[in-house]
Structure formats: structure tokens, C-alpha cells
């Protein structure tokens, strides 16, 4: 048994209640498992593998709020602060009633290498909790948000964690997070990003991760001697990040056919109309199915994923294992050649076993989503120089440096999956250029 395998056979013993941490920490340590066996013995002399899969602590505990009729309602709080190695951790905070704790020590996980990747001084880590903003008033929100603020305060600070916005938790409840901190600290400080452009966010923030996405995916075409003009694009969800890669692709010249909720997708043969969606999503929250109304040519599908969809380029950018083996077979067999991904570990590991064998047989292009999402961390790293520097980058600087950032992230990829004889596997290359970065910083700081 080698020491990857040795490793995941403890996690699993300890951790057996945990799936998604399990399935995260099991794909890792089965694709950095080249780089592991190259330098094994001082690995294994620093316990690398041990210390690099449990997290350095986890912060729990409970949030009493009042909703509008004076009832009282109690959720779960969490922080996984997993690795500081390079940095203060960085991740976001997840409202949402599926949140537990093992959604967030693989997001925490995952984010260890994505946060590594970009070159940026940061560590990983993930937070949230099982409290459901949707149907919540606004006074609602920030009681709650007050409330979790009010014990996270204690655990956070802009060179020790400094948390961001996920699912659930946009520009209102960092706002509402972000006054309770300086409430509370009486500190003006960078130690949430995300924040409102009056006080010390970035612009572009609402936008790196989406377009970040289609910058490598742009850069996987591009090596593969292709581009996006012209290309049939199928985006899942219609939040953040699907909203801005739509436009971004559309900017690129290529035709984006599909956008999704969590009740069915549109598919429009003409091309998505964005600022529709725009209209629908952060008008007034609505659901995706009223685009029918303003575009009746348009389809809806109750109950159903796209990925039935004949197109070039995939881009999931919904949640956690949307697509599933037989659907990567099916994108696959319609023509698909390209999936990146916008949304934290959306392909299930049948799904990632269909792209390795289209990539061997074809060439199929997959990008994992520690990678190819990454813009948007990039940028909220880039959110805490400036508030460090008091200073306020134009769009086109970020941009510009987001850009890069992302052309980065993917020529790393691919030189390391290069160097272990694994060309064009691009989840190989990822996962072990994130790793390398941390594991040579673990092992210069100690035993710690």
C-alpha cells in the first residue's frame, strides 16, 4: 500500500460519516500520488500526508436569532480554518440548510491547492452555516448575520482569516457581517472581502469568478489549437458566477444555450439573453423559468439538468455533483470537447472517470474547479492588498491581473502534469502544483 493509500485507509476509519470530505481527500491523494511517491521519504518523515488532510481546527457553535414575528430559531455555526501554511486562510462563508461539516472540510480542503495555485499568499479554509436566507426578510438576514458575526469575530482578523462570500451569502450579508465586526472590534479592517465598493471592496469582485472561468478555458482552447468564437456554450445555474461567465463567453463571440436554478433550466437556441436573466435573478430573485415569459421562443425543462444539450464546452457552474457519470457520457457523446468548472467539485467521480477516458481516446479537455473557479479568490486576495494600501485598482487593473492569474494557474497546471508523464491531465497537474507550493512551506515550518 503506498503512503497516499495508506493515508486515505485512515481518513476513512476516522472520518466515515464525512462522504463528501472522503471523496474530496481521496481524489487528491490519488492524483498528487506521482509527486508523493517521487519525494516519499521525507514525506513521510514530516508526516506530510497526515497533517496536510486534517485541518488545524474547526470552529463550531450555535446562532440564536428573531425572526420578524419574535419567534426564536437556532442554526449551526462553522469555521474550518484547514491550512495556513502559505498564509492566513481564506475562504467563504456558505449560508445554506445543506451545510455540515463535511461539505465544508472538503471545500476547505479543495481550497488549500485552488488558493495555492493563484501565487497569492493565502492558506485555505471554509465557513457557513445550515441557516436558509431564501424567503428571509432583509431584518431577518441581519439579526442572523449579526448573531454569527458576534462569536466569528473572535477567530477571524485580516492576517489570521479573512472569510468571503459562497452560496447564500452575496453582497447583503457581507455587508451586514462586516458592520457587526467593526461594531463589535471597532476596527476598519480588510477582514472580509466581497465587501460594498463604499467601503473597501474591489471592483470586478462581482465578476472574477465567472469570468475568471472562461479566461482558462480560453487558455485550455487555445492550447488545444481552438477558441470560443463561434462555440455552443452550456452554463448550469444562474447565480454570480454562471451570470458573469455567460457574459463573458458572449463577449469571446461564443453562444451560450442554457442557464439552470435548483427547479429545472432554459435552454434558448438563439443565445441566452443575459440581461433577462439580470432582470429575473437580481431584480427580484426570481426563478429561472420566467425567462419564458419576456423570451417565449425559449424552452423550459422541469426538473432537469442541460447536460442533455448538444454543445462544445460545459461549463457547471450550479453546485456539488450536478453532473454524473452518465451524464458526462451523454455531454460527451454530443459533441462535448470541454468542461471547466465554475462551481466547487460539480462533476462526481464517475463523471471525472468519463472525461480521463475521453481525454486519453479524444483529447477531451477538463479542468477542475480548484482551478478553474479560482478567479474569484484571486481577486479577493487582490481586495485585501489594496485594503492594506488603502488604495482603490481601476476594473481594467484587476482584470488585467485576474487575467493573468488565471493564464497562470493553467500553465502550471500543465507543466506539471507534464513533468509526472501525465500531459493534458489537467487534475494531476493541478492538484500537484497547489500541493508542492504548500507541502515545501509545511515542511520549512516544522512540526506545527
Known sequence: MSYSEEVYASLAAKHAGEPEFLEAAKRVLKSIAPAVDANEELYRKNGLLERLT???????????????????HVNLGYRVQFNSAIGPY???????????????????????????????????????????????????????????????????????????????????????????????TGQYQGVLTGKGLSFGGSLARPEATGYGLVYITEEMARGAGKE???????????????????????????KVVTMSDSNGYIYDPDGIQLDVVLEIK????????????KVPAAQYFEG???????????????????????????????????????????????????YEAARVSSGFLYM?????NAGGVAVSALEMSQNSERLSWTFEEVDGKLKEIMRGIYLKSSEAAERYGCPGDFVVGANIAGFEKVAEAMIAQGLV
Request: charged share 25%; glycine share 14%; net charge neutral.
Open 90 to 184: 481564506k475562504g467563504g462563508l456558505r449560508f445554506h440548510p445543506s451545510v455540515n461539516q463535511s461539505i465544508l472540510k472538503f471545500l476547505g480542503f479543495e481550497q488549500v491547492f485552488k488558493n495555492s495555485l493563484t501565487g497569492l499568499p493565502i492558506g485555505g479554509g471554509k465557513g457557513g452555516s445550515d441557516f436558509d436566507p431564501k424567503g428571509k426578510s432583509d431584518a431577518e438576514v441581519m439579526r442572523f448575520c449579526q448573531s454569527f458575526m458576534t462569536e466569528l469575530y473572535k477567530y477571524i482578523g485580516p492576517d489570521q482569516d479573512v472569510p468571503a462570500g459562497d452560496i447564500g451569502v452575496g453582497g447583503r450579508e457581507i455587508g451586514y457581517l462586516y458592520g457587526q465586526y467593526k461594531r463589535i
Open 368 to 372: 477542475p474547479g480548484k482551478a478553474a
Open 54 to 72: 486534517e485541518p488545524e481546527r474547526i470552529i463550531t457553535f450555535r446562532v440564536p436569532w428573531q425572526d420578524d414575528s419574535g419567534k426564536i
Open 282 to 293: 437580481q431584480g427580484h430573485r426570481g426563478r429561472i423559468r420566467e425567462y419564458l415569459e
Open 228 to 254: 470560443l468564437a463561434g462555440k455552443t456554450v452550456v452554463i448550469s445555474g444562474s447565480g454570480n458566477v454562471a451570470q458573469y461567465a455567460c457574459r463573458k463567453a458572449q463577449e469571446l463571440g461564443a
Open 304 to 354: 432537469q439538468k442541460p447536460w442533455g444539450v448538444k454543445c462544445d464546452i460545459a461549463l457547471p457552474c450550479a453546485t456539488q455533483n450536478e453532473i454524473s457519470g452518465k451524464d458526462a457520457k451523454t455531454l460527451i457523446e454530443h459533441g462535448c470537447w470541454c468542461v471547466a468548472e465554475g462551481a466547487n467539485m460539480p462533476s462526481d467521480a464517475d463523471a471525472v472517470d468519463a
